[in-house]
């Protein structure tokens, strides 16, 4: 008799069930998390965004899309213009700043000093994004730091505190990091076989850069791109303390709604709906993007 065989026969369909179980089980910790801090709450958000002028203490009845219909107005749609344009600027700036020095790490600099050099990237990190919006605005006061060297060296003062620039300046400095990681991660893995049979074939250094070392790393410059830019766009806290009056944002404007003298809920809600959907639209178009790209 095979003992063996005719245990495994026995054991397998009772096994079966618990395998199909099994990834529920690892799942359920972070499936559970993932519902009561994100799930839950966007759908209450979602309904207060259908109750129009809903103030704290009201009762919830959602009637209507008239919260979706007023960020219609030309004054609402200027913020949302501007939140666009700065995070737009954020992330090109990131880009043009992060790439050269995320590229000298990765291929030039020595091997035993590029962990060290990462971690300098990732210090700022570590320091409460408020502080460092209070140096900025110790560093770019009229009587800050930078109108004190421009002072010295003769030439002209600048007024940048609570002013779009301003906002531009301390937008990047908090955001260069995370380019810089994800594109040291993609040119890292960089194929120098290839630039090295560019040469070969009489490229030169733009023709190298355009159409080999840009193609390879194009996944990295999408991910840290969009990763820039939707962090950009929902920045409240350096608009808030270096912007200024001037400088109204979504994320500020969603702020007035909730905590502000407005205490308009469902308006907030609504505002924040609009970029939630904003967001997960460009999400969903940069996996097709990407499975496209993949597939060709």
Not at 14 to 22: A, D
């Amino acid at each position: 008799m095979n003992l063996s065989g005719d245990i495994a026969q026995i054991k397998t369909p009772n096994s079966q069930p618990f395998n199909w179980l099994q990834p529920f089980i690892f799942l359920a910790p972070s499936g559970i998390w993932l519902l009561l801090l994100l799930v839950l709450p966007t759908l209450l958000i979602w309904q207060l965004s259908l109750v129009p002028d809903i103030r704290p203490g009201d009762i919830v009845n959602p009637s209507g899309i008239d919260n979706y219909l007023r960020i219609l107005n030309r004054l609402y749609l200027k913020v949302i213009t501007r939140s666009l344009q700065l995070a737009t600027g954020t992330t090109i700036i990131c880009l043009i700043f992060g790439f050269p020095v995320a590229y000298w790490i990765a291929q030039m600099s020595p091997q035993r000093w590029r962990n060290l050099l990462l971690l300098g990237f990732v210090l700022p990190l570590w320091t409460s994004s408020v502080l460092r919006s209070y140096a900025w605005m110790t560093i770019l006061r009229p009587t800050g730091l930078l109108n004190t060297i421009l002072s010295s060296l003769g030439l002209p003062t600048v007024e940048l505190l609570y002013t779009m620039p301003g906002v531009l300046i301390a937008m990047s400095y908090s955001l260069l990091p995370y380019m810089v990681l994800i594109l040291y991660a993609s040119l890292e893995k960089l194929d120098k076989r290839l630039l090295e049979a560019a040469a070969d074939l009489g490229a030169n250094s733009l023709q190298t850069f355009v159409k080999v070392t840009i193609p390879q790393v194009l996944p990295g410059i999408i991910a840290g791109t969009m990763l820039v830019f939707i962090t950009a766009l929902g920045d409240f806290i350096e608009p808030e303390l270096l912007g200024g009056t001037s400088s109204m944002t979504v994320a500020r404007l969603v702020y007035n709604q909730f905590l502000g003298a407005t205490q308009n809920w469902g308006f907030g809600s609504a505002l924040s709906m609009t970029l939630i959907f904003g967001v997960s639209i460009a999400i969903a178009l940069l996996i097709k993007f990407g499975e496209f790209r993949e597939n060709h």
